[in-house]
């Protein structure tokens, strides 16, 4: 396990490779972002909406994917405000929601004053996905991540939206498997680092009907084709940073978790709309050796906002800090014993990593300045 000598991002995250500078691949995008034509990406989106805006369509110009957070707000407020495009805002519900997700969510709708649209599966087959994937792949919020790209392009379909506009790619702008270059399309979101080439089907057994999946099963590419449904990231056209969506949007109604930062976080505002996702994170502290403080702190750092000494300090004092606030609602709803939950998580420790020092588990690896 070797970290970046830029940030603190090691190279057990599946994808990142480190260069002979000992620069991983997220801190190579920042240097390749430096280099682009931010001015010139901007009228590309110009196009795209003078494009859509020429179709006249008679409801929806495009869909946004919102759960009340930073990003997706700040994206919203973006094509609705600044480009006046006619916005359906789409959320996928939250089955176990906090507080400060269900106000965030309705501020985000007086804020902007747009259409929106809740879509809430079946909960008895979420929670059966969600356990198979917590079970046998240490990651439940994959059923989420499913259902979102899917539900949200179906609507499109459904509603004869011509566009369908996401965040940032996360490949690009985080370091992953799947490219080293930005690209505008998000067709192929179904395809991205969440969902590691899986459908719907690998967590079908004789417990779950075709007939209730229908929000889980992406679309054709040439169905989406035929109907003229495109997607894009706009972190493609507008140089993105979510400390500043962030920024943007606390001015408009946006509030961060009450109580601090999550245990294992050093921000209040990251993800704080749900209460199923921090386990499915710390997850990554088994497998990988790093979780929330890591990529928080490492944002920080590709945007000039924080140094590396200083993310080491912050990684150190909160990385083994353990999301228990949050254990018996993720017990409750998968349906899962706490004996279940620890043998689930021995499952999937990674040996390589961690060994046991007085009879407690200790990564092997330790960030260093």
């Not at 969440?194 to 229908?214: A, G, M, V, Y």
């Not at 679309?219 to 989406?224: M, N, R, T, V, W």
């Amino acid at each position: 396990m070797k970290f970046c000598s830029n940030c603190v991002m090691p190279d057990t995250k599946p994808g990142i490779v480190l260069d002979d500078r000992g620069f991983c691949n997220a801190c190579r995008t920042k240097e390749i972002k430096e280099t682009i034509d931010w001015t010139a990406r901007r009228k590309e989106l110009d196009a795209i909406v003078d494009d859509i805006k020429a179709q006249n369509n008679p409801f929806y110009d495009c869909i946004v994917a919102v759960s009340g957070g930073k990003d997706s707000w700040y994206q919203a407020a973006v094509l609705a405000e600044e480009y006046g495009l006619k916005v359906l805002c789409v959320t996928l519900a939250a089955h176990v929601p906090t507080t400060e997700g269900i106000d965030n969510l309705n501020e985000m709708i007086k804020d902007l004053n747009v259409d929106h649209m809740k879509i809430t599966i079946k909960p008895s087959v979420f929670r059966k996905i969600r356990q198979k994937c917590f079970l046998r792949q240490g990651e439940p919020n994959w059923a989420e991540h499913c259902a979102m790209f899917s539900s949200v392009v179906n609507t499109a379909l459904i509603y004869d939206v011509p566009l369908v506009v996401w965040g940032e790619d996360i490949a690009f702008e985080f370091g992953g498997l799947q490219r080293a270059e930005s690209k505008p399309s998000a067709l192929a979101i179904n395809k991205s680092d969440l969902i590691k080439e899986k459908t719907i089907h690998d967590w079908l057994d004789d417990d779950i009907s075709e007939r209730d999946i229908f929000f889980y099963k992406y679309p054709d590419y040439q169905k989406l084709q035929d109907a003229g449904v495109k997607s894009i990231y706009l972190g493609h056209f507008l140089r993105w940073y979510g400390r500043q969506n962030y920024e943007f949007v606390k001015e408009r109604g946006f509030v961060g978790r009450r109580a601090g930062p999550l245990p294992g976080n050093f921000l209040d505002y990251d993800n704080i709309d749900e209460k199923l996702c921090e386990i499915n994170i710390w997850f990554k502290y088994l497998k990988f050796g790093f979780w929330r403080a890591t990529d928080q702190t490492c944002y920080d750092i590709w945007n000039d906002r924080m140094t590396r000494d200083e993310a080491v300090d912050i990684v150190n004092r909160l990385q083994d800090e353990f999301p228990g606030n949050d254990l018996n609602h993720f017990l409750r709803f998968h349906d899962i014993t706490e004996e279940q939950f620890w043998e689930t998580v021995e499952k999937f420790r990674n040996h390589d990593l961690w060994e046991k020092v007085d009879d407690e588990w200790k990564l092997k690896y330790k960030l260093e300045k």
